[in-house]
């Protein structure tokens, strides 16, 4: 398949992103790796092309754009600001015990819009302009929104410990069951015997004291109730197309009272949409939809995926990453919200036109 | 003529070599010890072909030998897509080590991969970055902690005495290789949880290498 063919695609795609208000930029190809590595940890090492700079260190072959989109903002932007771009990103696909018949691209097009805006409607503006972009190719388009599933577990009876242990895993689901599982019995208390071996390490005796004075404190604390982890499991399984999914929400907040915030929050996004002239019957509210995702949204997450092709990535995938752009801002805290087209796949679905 | 790599020194080799003699097929170095040619006697149409244990996975998978004797852990970490690329003929019974994960001994709230998770996120929020594991098995004990649902870590590179980097603070764990657990004490770390690999000399053949019908004859003139 021809190159030019699928750059044309992501030109139309950026032609959109341009009449919606963006402007474009290009960042480098070649990106510190710290920065990325800091933030995506491990996940991103296995999947960038990471090489050494004899001046600049170990740099990366750009395997997204957020990060240096975030950063240019930051530099010399105000908000409210709209950018797009069209660029290759470069991935490798380390597969597992056996080779792909079909490998998929380690090197393709991504053509992104990026909104730093505090405004009530920036949600609604990104998701609807990317729904009406792909209107045409008869994509499945999926939504979740993690603030809402955080803010259900911000409202367990639990202790401060318990509660950030809990968010920091939610995007692990069989740790986050664990967890959970274990602050609903009686917890066993733990001895731990003073080392006999030397200290050794970066990790200081007073670090390991005070984790285990945690540990103390957490034996002495009360099982979860069931009907909590019940509230939750329920929360975690609603998936629906969203008019349905928001009247469960809702059922569901009279019981979490602290997630009416964020369900009346969903349901002003889905009547904007309506409003945009959107069939909100169409979209999949899915309440899980961000745990199966890199740890980097923490608002409305959504994709758009291309039915009958299940070894495919998502067609598209955005949502809001207000704490990866507060991590870059250095305290500075800028509300942002955008997602990528993969020109390449919209080109094997036959294009826009 | 089927090509049969063998690691080309060490016990590795001699034990290569007792293994084949039990089964009749009588390997040795040809001329000199540090001459890297081999001789075969006891069966017809092998050639030996004495290699650094760790090219055999190349090598294999490349087809430029039949069959290669080498560890688990090398075909795995090297290999990847490994099982399009290779067969495991036998295991050999021999070079047995384990790749483990392992800690300072005085951590002494440390039994476990949950309190290493729990660890490793209470690290990252003290010293602003992510808790370092130093190992040259990269691909493997990613794959294993990426299962295992942890994060908050990363790997440092380390090619050897990798558990010495602890006590010179260039990481906070290790991942490695051990056979006996002597180097890790006298260390003074500690093995958490389970192997992340256990790993043995194994017989693999080529599936680029080709020639089954020769190789399937050696293999049963093995009693394989």
């Given at each position: 398949m021809s190159k030019r063919e699928k750059q044309a695609i992501g030109q139309q795609i950026l032609a959109a992103f341009r009449a919606a208000g963006a402007e474009e930029v290009a960042p480098d190809l070649l990106l510190p790796a710290e920065t990325l590595l800091d933030l995506y940890g491990e996940d991103i090492r296995a999947r960038a092309y990471v090489t050494q700079d004899p001046i600049r260190g170990e740099v990366m072959l750009r395997p997204d754009f957020t990060v240096p989109v975030v950063q240019m903002h930051m530099q010399n932007g105000a908000e409210p600001a709209r950018y797009c771009y069209l660029g290759e990103v470069f991935r490798k696909q380390d597969q597992g015990e056996l080779q792909p018949e079909h490998p998929r691209d380690n090197e393709y097009l991504q053509a992104g819009f990026e909104l730093f805006a505090r405004d009530a409607e920036a949600d609604a503006e990104v998701f609807a302009l990317f729904h009406s972009l792909l209107a045409p190719l008869g994509l499945r388009a999926s939504m979740g929104d993690m603030d809402l599933l955080m803010d259900a577990v911000r409202a367990l009876p639990l202790s401060g410990a318990r509660r950030a242990a809990l968010l920091h895993h939610i995007w692990r689901p069989r740790r986050f069951a664990r967890l959970l599982a274990r602050f609903s019995g009686q917890p066993e208390p733990r001895n731990f015997s003073q080392p006999i071996a030397p200290w050794s390490g970066l990790r200081g005796r007073e670090e390991m004291q005070r984790r285990i004075d945690r540990l103390q404190a957490d034996a002495g604390e009360l099982p979860l109730p069931a009907i909590w982890v019940a509230r939750l499991e329920r929360l975690f399984a609603i998936d629906a197309p969203a008019p349905e999914a928001l009247r469960q929400l809702r059922e569901l907040a009279a019981e979490i009272p602290d997630i009416s915030e964020a369900v009346e929050r969903l349901g002003r996004n889905l009547a904007l949409l309506a409003a945009r002239g959107i069939d909100t019957d169409g979209i999949r509210f899915d309440a899980?939809?961000?745990?199966?995702?890199?740890?980097?949204?923490?608002g409305m997450t959504f994709s758009f995926v291309a039915e009958g092709h299940a070894d495919w990535p998502p067609v598209a995938t955005g949502g809001r990453y207000d704490a990866l752009a507060a991590v870059l801002g250095q305290g500075r805290a800028i509300p942002a919200v955008g997602g990528i087209i993969r020109p390449g796949l919209v080109h094997e679905l036959g294009g826009l036109a | 003529m089927i090509r049969l790599g063998v690691p080309s020194k060490g016990r590795l080799m001699e034990q290569t070599f007792d293994w084949f003699a039990e089964r009749g097929v009588r390997l040795s170095r040809a001329g000199s010890d540090r001459e890297y040619a081999g001789r075969v006697e006891g069966a017809e149409n092998v050639a030996l072909v004495l290699l650094s244990a760790g090219e055999i996975p190349r090598e294999l998978r490349a087809g430029r030998i039949h069959l290669g004797v080498t560890g688990t852990d090398l075909i795995r970490e090297k290999l990847p897509g490994w099982r399009s690329h290779v067969e495991e003929l036998a295991p050999m019974g021999f070079g047995h080590a384990d790749l483990i994960l392992a800690v300072p001994d005085c951590w002494a709230d440390c039994e476990g991969l949950d309190d290493f998770a729990t660890i490793a996120r209470d690290f990252r929020a003290e010293h602003g970055f992510r808790l370092r594991i130093a190992t040259k098995y990269h691909r493997l004990v990613r794959a294993w902690l990426s299962a295992e649902e942890v994060a908050d870590y990363q790997l440092v590179d380390s090619?050897?005495?990798?558990?010495g980097t602890v006590a010179n603070l260039t990481a906070e764990a290790i991942a490695d290789i051990t056979s006996s657990g002597e180097t890790l004490r006298a260390n003074h770390l500690k093995i958490i949880s389970t192997p992340i690999l256990r790993s043995q000399a194994t017989l693999l053949r080529s599936v680029a290498a080709g020639d089954a019908d020769a190789v399937q004859a050696f293999a049963d003139r093995l009693g394989l």
């Open positions: 899980s939809h961000g745990r199966h995702t890199m740890e980097y949204y923490d | 090619q050897g005495a990798t558990e």
